[in-house]
């Protein structure tokens, strides 16, 4: 053996149920929007000078706005925000610096910048004071155009920008947010995963069925213990084109290699699904090879892709080989009964024959001879033909019961009166000149092979009348212990009515009780007032040439009630018999009721 | 005289022939069967072969066919009469040892024209070979082409 051992490492694959975490979701972009427009608040309590400003300052994204007071400046921040506010220091009433601590004061313009505008002669206190109230910056009256245009712009780009940065960041929040939510979710997948994993790997660990999983490459995912153990191998990493002869598959005949892309893990991987494929395993670890049925299945994720194949297999060597017993013992039985059935043939033909001869060549030495024959002569003659009679009827007795064990059983519902009423006509010739007093009771109808019931009725109702011959006048009763017939004498027929501590009922009881006789099985009896019998030996009654009479008293070959007891076994039913010496005899077999015979009791 | 025989009796089994011939002599028919040991001979008989190359002309008026025989056996000559032209109208019975259910189906299937077990009992023996060769060779009129008879007339065979 050539197989590399690697230890074995169980990887399983991401479930298939578990969602994977999309790393590269489309999230909202940064989206750059045009600068918004910028403000400017100009207060100056001169028009002039607002108007000269407004003009220089006017531009697009601009919105000027102008204040001719500090209360009308205040009025406007209650409105609105400003990127850069440019406050006249000297006004009447609410001076600048008033205004501009006013601004400061509310925590919406408190980083508004302001540009103070003064005249020229501004002390420096004045200046200070402006700084520390918040301004960004000074302009001294009059203006240099350009100045004022170049600090105003830059106050509206670092507004602008400003606001840019502002947008940026929460954009950025957002997707910051979105991003630890993700990964939140992500980890709940983890969790979730190894949690089923553990579950799987359990799983795959305890089944007794061998899994093994290749992704798309062939490359072995999973091999569970199971695998290991029936395959008698661990995984190794050969090509899928060496599979076959690598594990020694061969096909059922045992001798041809395994197709190597037939292989059920290879089609599977393939997309291909097999089921129930039979293989066989062997190579010198296991001499004996051992049978596998194989299923195998692509694998898909939940999106339909294919990721690889699996295959699950079971070892059904057992199975197989019980199959091939089963297929053994079958072929010989079929032997034995073509044996039987030719055994029966050459009985049938061949053992008849000297019979025939026999009793033939008898009758005639004694028309031939007739005058040189004393007594004692004709009395052995008449012996041989007898004796030759005799066996020629134990032979058709026997061809009977072997071809009642034989044929095939053919069920239909079958009415029993009918059967009883054609035997009794059967047996004229027999009872014949005989007292016999019948009691018929109604019998069911029940589903069963109407030739051989009839049989069973021959033989029983036969009986009853060769038994009941010393009796100057019989009594022969038939009758079912479901449908209890009315009037019966209980002199010598003891009646069928359950009376408590009946004797004739404990057979009845007795079967039922070791659950021979179901409760609705139907029972039929046939009984006599004749000779009886010694229950001592009502076990042999139904047992091949057993006999509980001498041929002398009563003829016969002792196969009828053989014959009996096979026709009512073949049909699910159980016989048993009754008796007392110089009394009478009862025989009872029951028979499964007709609805459901041949539901439960399939064959024969 | 030349000798024409009526009734073919194909059967091995020297003690049945002669108990059928026992048989069939209460209606004096003893003279008129021939008898074949074996399948092929009755063949031989009835396609004119072998040492009944020589006879007359013109078929049995019945074959009493057994059907174990030695060679070639019953079921197989009642195939081949059956199945040819000129045999196929011959009154087939066989007379056999055999009640098996087989045997009867297959004689049936191929057109037997009667099928008769040989009781063991004597004289139950002689009643139906009585009556078989009574049937067949004096009451039945048998199809055309068939031998004529050698012997007395009919009405006085049956007395």
Redesign the interface.
């Known amino acids: 053996m050539t197989q590399p051992s690697h230890p074995i490492t169980l990887t399983i694959l991401r479930p298939v149920s578990v969602a994977p975490v999309e790393p590269d979701r489309p999230t909202s972009p940064v989206v750059i929007t045009p600068p918004i427009t910028a403000n400017i608040l100009l207060v100056d309590d001169d028009p002039g000078s607002l108007m000269a400003m407004e003009t220089l300052l006017a531009g697009p994204g601009r919105t000027i706005v102008t204040a001719e007071s500090g209360q009308d400046a205040l009025r406007h921040l209650l409105q609105q925000d400003f990127a850069v506010i440019l406050l006249d220091v000297r006004m009447p009433r609410l001076g600048g610096v008033e205004t501009a601590a006013l601004i400061r004061g509310r925590a919406r313009s408190l980083h508004t910048p302001i540009i103070f505008l003064s005249a020229a002669d501004t002390m420096d206190a004045d200046v200070f004071r402006g700084y520390s109230v918040g301004a960004v910056d000074y302009l001294f009256k009059p203006f240099i155009p350009e100045i004022l245009k170049a600090k105003v712009t830059v106050f509206v780009d670092l507004f602008q920008i400003g606001d840019r940065v502002r947008q940026q960041s929460e954009q950025l929040g957002a997707i910051n947010q979105k991003l630890d939510q993700d990964i939140t979710a992500r980890k709940r997948a983890e969790e979730e995963l190894s949690k089923q994993t553990a579950v799987l790997k359990s799983v795959l660990a305890s089944i007794g069925e061998g899994v093994v999983v290749a992704d798309m490459a062939g490359k072995f995912v999973i091999w569970n213990p199971a695998a290991e153990r029936i395959v008698g191998l661990v995984p190794a990493g050969v090509p899928q084109e060496q599979w076959s002869e690598d594990y020694s598959v061969f096909l059922p005949d045992q001798v041809t290699p395994y197709p190597a892309d037939q292989i059920p893990l290879a089609k599977a991987i393939r997309g291909e699904s097999v089921d129930g494929d039979v293989q066989f395993l062997r190579r010198p670890g296991i001499p004996k090879g051992i049978w596998l049925s194989v299923t195998g299945r692509p694998l898909r994720d939940e999106s339909g892709i294919q990721r690889g194949g699996v295959v699950i297999f079971s070892d059904i060597t057992e199975r197989k080989r019980a199959e091939e017993e089963i297929k053994k013992s079958n072929t010989q039985l079929e032997a034995a009964n073509k044996e039987l059935e030719s055994f029966?043939?050459s009985v049938?033909?061949?053992l008849?024959?000297p019979?025939?001869?026999m009793?033939?060549?008898?009758?005639?030495l004694q028309k031939h001879a007739a005058s040189a024959l004393d007594d004692k002569g004709h009395r052995y003659l008449q012996t041989i033909?007898e004796s030759?009679?005799h066996?020629?009827r134990l032979i058709d007795d026997l061809l009977l019961f072997s071809r009642m064990g034989r044929?095939e059983l053919r069920r239909t519902p079958v009415n029993l009166n009918e059967i009883v009423s054609d035997v009794l006509r059967e047996l004229r010739q027999e009872t014949e000149g005989r007292r016999i007093e019948w009691k018929l009771g109604t019998l069911p109808e029940v589903r069963g092979d109407p030739a051989m019931l009839r049989q069973v009725f021959v033989n029983l109702i036969a009986n009853a009348v060769k038994y009941t011959r010393p009796r100057e006048e019989a009594r022969i009763e038939v009758g079912t212990l479901t449908h209890l017939p009315s009037a019966v004498s209980r002199e010598d027929v003891p009646s069928p009515h359950p009376a408590p501590g009946d004797p004739l009922l404990r057979p009845l009881q007795r079967v039922m009780g070791e659950e021979k006789v179901r409760g609705d099985d139907v029972v039929v009896f046939v009984r006599d007032n004749g000779v009886g019998f010694d229950m001592q030996y009502a076990h042999k009654l139904f047992g091949v040439f057993q006999r509980l009479h001498s041929a002398r008293e009563f003829e016969g070959t002792g196969i009828g009630l053989a014959n009996v007891q096979r026709i009512i076994g073949r049909h699910g039913g159980r016989v048993w018999a009754e008796g007392k010496v110089n009394e009478g005899a009862a025989f009872f077999f029951s028979l499964p009721k007709l609805a459901e015979t041949g539901k439960t009791r399939g064959g024969d | 005289m030349a000798e024409i025989k009526r009734i073919l009796l194909a059967e091995d089994n020297l003690k049945d022939v002669e108990l059928t011939l026992v048989a069939l002599d209460e209606y004096h028919l003893a003279n008129e069967v021939v008898v074949a040991n074996d399948g092929s001979e009755a063949l031989d008989y009835l396609y004119k072969r072998g040492r009944f190359a020589m006879r007359p002309v013109g078929n049995p008026v019945v074959v009493l066919l057994d059907l174990k025989m030695p060679k070639v056996d019953g079921l197989e000559v009642l195939r081949t009469i059956k199945g040819d032209h000129d045999l196929k109208a011959i009154p087939v019975v066989i007379l056999t040892s055999s009640r098996e259910e087989q045997d009867l189906v297959k004689s049936y299937n191929l057109g037997v024209n009667a099928y008769v077990v040989k009781p063991v009992e004597f004289k139950a023996f002689v009643d139906a070979v009585k009556q078989l060769g009574g049937f067949w060779a004096l009451l039945n009129e048998p199809p055309p082409g068939t031998l004529g008879r050698t012997k007395e007339p009919r009405r006085s065979a049956v007395a």
């Open positions: 029966s043939y049938s033909h061949d008849r024959a019979l025939r001869h009793n033939g060549f008898a009758d005639l033909s030759a009679k066996m020629g044929v």
